[in-house]
């Protein structure tokens, strides 16, 4: 097989979506590996399981940061640790413009809800008090405005009676963790065939 490509992963939480992208990543004809788990905050559950994978990870607290220069530290990490991708996975940062700019095409995120509903947070609430017969999850690519870029892949998850925010989000923690890996390793495989010409 091809090189694979190299992973960075940001978070800023309990990390199961990166456990999801690392475990998939453990498959043979796995096109990507990851390379980085990087984060805002460094007691962030998701990078003690990176650790302990044997993945390095990286941590830079924002606090007292300007958002730019924030941004400039983990593109920098990201960078040095020649990742050809970004999976932002539960990173509640609003990223610049520049740091955006700079991973155009090459930076995924997994939404909770079907985009274009439910921008932002608390996604299952706002699912729920609508009445929807369905929530679910959507892999998009990242653009400067949040949870809007073009929507890769998504799964619906039905919503039951008597659901609360609680119980949906399990269930939708179960669809994104098969959604982003099988999505991402798609996207860089059409990626690397359009590079070699090869398909
Ligand atoms: C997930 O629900 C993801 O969709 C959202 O943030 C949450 C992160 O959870 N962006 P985890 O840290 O991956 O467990």
Known sequence: ???????????????????????????????????????????????????????????????????????????????????????????????????????????LNIHPSLLPKYKGLHTHERALEAGDSHGGCSVHLVTAELDDGPVLAQTEVAILPGDDADSLSARVLIAEHQLYPRTLAAYVRTRAGHADGAG
């Open 1 to 107: 097989m091809a090189e694979r490509a190299k992973l960075a992963v940001l978070l800023s939480g309990r990390g199961s979506n990166m456990a999801a992208l690392l475990y998939a990543a453990k498959a043979q004809d796995c096109p990507y590996a990851i390379v980085l788990v990087a984060s805002n905050d460094p007691d962030a559950p998701g990078l003690q399981l990176a650790q302990a994978e044997g993945i390095a990870t990286f941590a830079r607290p924002h606090k007292g940061m300007a958002r730019s220069d924030h941004d400039a530290v983990m593109d920098a990490a990201v960078r040095a640790a020649g990742a050809d991708y970004i999976a932002l996975a539960g990173y509640m940062r609003i990223l610049s413009e520049g740091f955006v700019r700079g991973w155009q095409g090459r930076m």
